[in-house]
């Protein structure tokens, strides 16, 4: 069953219940690591929803995100919307004992009052790296009270990501990459330094195509046209379908290496970007997707 929470009118009241409350314990819940009761956990985020699976804590949770969809029986859970337009009524109408989120929930609004509410909220960090990973793992750990388990799938995945990265080391030719995160109007939003689609383009040894902004930006047809990427990447299941046939019949990117090989790589979003348990084998795809045999194990 999936349950999506909306704000609606008639939740006024309840909402100004919640903002009643907001200076009770906003000192209390600054800088919080460690939930002091994890019976009722609301998880933000399909990365932290991940983690909480694979350190075997799954059992606390009593509520997720929209972005949540893996494994397969996180989809069980509540669903309290999209993590970055949650509303306090949809996240606090599950009665969490505690609200573990990814940085970047929103919109800053609903995280203001959810963090002063009266329920323990912790942001987890996003960082798109190796070790930004790590980190998340080690936060998500501390914050249920099983740091030796997330010491433990830190040490496993560090191990992973290392072996993923050294799978083409040896490539002397790196592709370069143009990760288009939507082509909305006509318009290629492409994604520059500081995204999570630079920082899976960097670990699988390739190279971002787009340089000189970070974020996700709107490119001009000769900035595309000077990128000159040799593959476009896009991701399935995360935002409006981009198609093939769409992207191709682009004038700026049929110029380039990618539009004339017609080279194009989709790959799941949540997979692909979600910097988590699975990276390294999301790594490992897009290598291979990249360079066939020249990937080695």
């Known amino acids: 069953m999936r349950v999506v929470f909306s704000f609606r009118p008639a939740l006024a009241p309840t909402l100004g219940v919640l903002l009643a409350f907001a200076t009770l314990s906003a000192k209390a819940n600054e800088g919080a690591a460690v939930f002091s009761d994890t019976s009722r956990i609301a998880s933000i985020g399909g990365s932290i929803t991940e983690i909480v699976y694979a350190l075997g804590e799954e059992g606390h949770l ?6 949540s969809s893996f494994p397969q029986s996180a989809l069980k859970l509540p669903d309290v919307g999209y993590m970055r337009a949650l509303s306090p009524e949809g996240v606090l109408s599950v009665n969490p004992t505690g609200i ?16 002063k ?7 987890v960090p996003d960082h798109y790296s190796h070790e930004g990973i790590l980190e998340k793992i080690r936060v998500v750990g501390k914050a249920l009270g099983v740091d030796a388990k997330a010491e433990k799938l830190a040490a496993e995945m560090d191990a992973r990501l290392m072996a993923a990265e050294k799978q083409t080391a040896s490539i002397k030719e790196r592709k370069r ?5 939507s082509t909305q ?3 290629i ?13 960097k670990l699988t040894g390739a190279v971002n195509a787009v340089e000189g902004f970070s974020g996700y930006k709107q490119m001009s047809d000769e900035a595309i046209v000077t990128a000159r990427p040799d ?4 991701m399935r299941n995360a935002g409006p379908p981009i198609s093939e046939d769409e992207l ?13 090989a017609r080279k194009a790589i989709s790959m799941d979003g949540g997979y692909l970007l979600g910097f988590g348990p699975r990276t390294a084998e999301a790594i490992h795809d897009l290598a291979v997707a990249l360079y066939g045999n020249q990937v080695t194990d």
């Open 62 to 67: 009593v509520a997720r995100d929209s972005t």
């Open 100 to 115: 573990l989120a990814l940085h970047g929930s929103g919109p800053k609004e609903t995280v203001d009052v959810l963090k």
């Open 117 to 123: 509410s009266r329920v323990p909220f912790i942001e």
């Open 177 to 181: 990459i143009l990760f288009v995160l």
């Open 185 to 187: 109007g006509g318009k």
């Open 189 to 201: 939003l492409a994604a520059g330094s500081d995204t999570a689609g630079d920082g899976i383009i």
């Open 231 to 234: 593959v476009i990447l896009t």
């Open 248 to 260: 191709f019949a682009n004038p700026s990117i049929a110029s380039t290496p990618a539009g004339t």
